[in-house]
């Protein structure tokens, strides 16, 4: 597990052994609050811990106050060039501020941010992209390698770093999986600032789940990263669920564990369906368990003797099961429902 600097985003805490965290970002337009104000909560509700909006004028600083007060997650201003509007976004109580200190412009405004964060306790996510490297650094790199986007993000580090300001988070993304994983490697050994992991662009829920899951669970398989974002062109609801699937399927998150097999020629039952049925019964149980959902005896029992509760298959029945110890035998029509009844008493 890498060792990194904790950081405090409003009442979440990031590194220093701190739980993996869940982000998202609003896809509302900024100029509909009370659209905003209702996808954040929507967000909120399904597990969202930190959530970022983008801040793209002076006018949508109104977001900030507006969502706070609805909302009891940590509120994320993403904010590009204007340094004004991390002042204005820090004045509306914004618990952490994405921006390069090298795109606001000359030096006098680098330090007003840094000076207006470190007094108000307000972390800077310092975010990277491959699409928007320094055209010297693509020139010395001759594209955007895992160097070069290692060298940008400490280049921009070492300007908040420069008037004090150490209160920082890093993230380095591309669209490409083998470079956000590399990248990723490199800036893990050359600093102790707190990682936001993501694939960026990563397409939509199929494939950009494909790669995200590739991506960030591989790092985080390894100990690195502290908090993630599943960038997916689709409702961002669908971020969260497959941030958390991931984290779970890593146990680094509490909660129910599904399993079921593929289904061969010995199943005897709608397995598909009965499986697709459970899994969304299932996806607001915070239980800490294992439930199976197998097709034959082969693979209920046997196979997945360590699920906590379980059903197997048979003709036109089925099997319930705990620990590889068979309860009893039910009606396929009974399944769902004696499956369930059986959870409840876990």
């Known amino acids: ?3 990194s600097k904790q950081v405090r985003v409003g009442n979440v805490l990031l590194g220093g052994g701190a739980p993996v965290t869940v982000q998202s970002m609003l896809s509302v337009p900024s100029t509909d609050v009370a659209g905003s104000v209702r996808q954040a909560l929507e967000l909120e509700r399904a597990g969202c811990e930190i959530l970022r909006a983008a801040i793209p004028n002076k006018e949508a600083v109104a977001l900030i106050p507006a969502i706070k007060e609805k909302v009891s997650i940590p509120l994320v201003a993403d904010i590009h060039f204007d340094y004004r509007l991390a002042l204005e976004a820090a004045a509306a109580g914004i ?29 800077i996510r310092v975010g990277v992209n491959s699409g928007s490297l320094e055209k010297h650094i693509l020139a010395k790199y ?14 921009h580090v070492s300007l908040l770093e420069k008037y004090d300001f150490d209160d920082i988070v890093i993230s380095l993304k591309a669209s490409s999986v083998d470079l956000t994983i590399r990248a990723y490697e490199q800036i893990a050994e050359k600093c102790e600032y707190p990682l936001h992991l993501g694939v960026t662009e990563a397409g939509t ?22 908090t993630i974002r599943v960038s997916l062109t689709a409702d961002p609801v669908e971020e969260i669920k497959a941030a958390n699937d991931i984290l779970r399927a890593l146990d680094l998150k509490k909660g129910v564990r599904f399993v079921s097999c593929p289904t061969c020629g010995r199943t005897r039952i709608n397995l598909i369906a009965l499986a697709n049925q459970v899994e969304e019964r299932l996806k607001d149980c915070r239980k800490p ?8 005896a082969v693979n209920g029992p046997g196979e997945a003797r360590e ?37 409840e008493k876990l």
């Open 1 to 3: 597990m890498r060792n």
């Open 95 to 123: 618990d952490k501020i994405r921006i390069n200190p090298g795109n606001i412009g000359e030096e006098s405004r680098v330090k007003a941010v840094a000076d207006t964060c470190r007094q108000k306790r307000i972390p």
């Open 142 to 155: 001759g594209g955007p390698t895992p160097e070069a986007l290692c060298e940008s993000a400490l280049y």
């Open 205 to 226: 829920a199929r494939m950009g789940l494909i790669k995200s899951a590739i991506g960030i669970g591989s790092l985080l398989q390894r100990g690195i990263g502290d």
């Open 289 to 296: 368990i294992t439930v199976a959902v197998m097709g034959c």
């Open 307 to 343: 699920a906590d509760i379980g059903v197997a298959g048979g003709e036109g029945e089925g099997l319930i099961f705990k620990k590889g110890k068979i309860v009893r035998k039910v009606p396929e029509s009974r399944l769902l429902e004696e499956l369930f009844h059986e959870i």
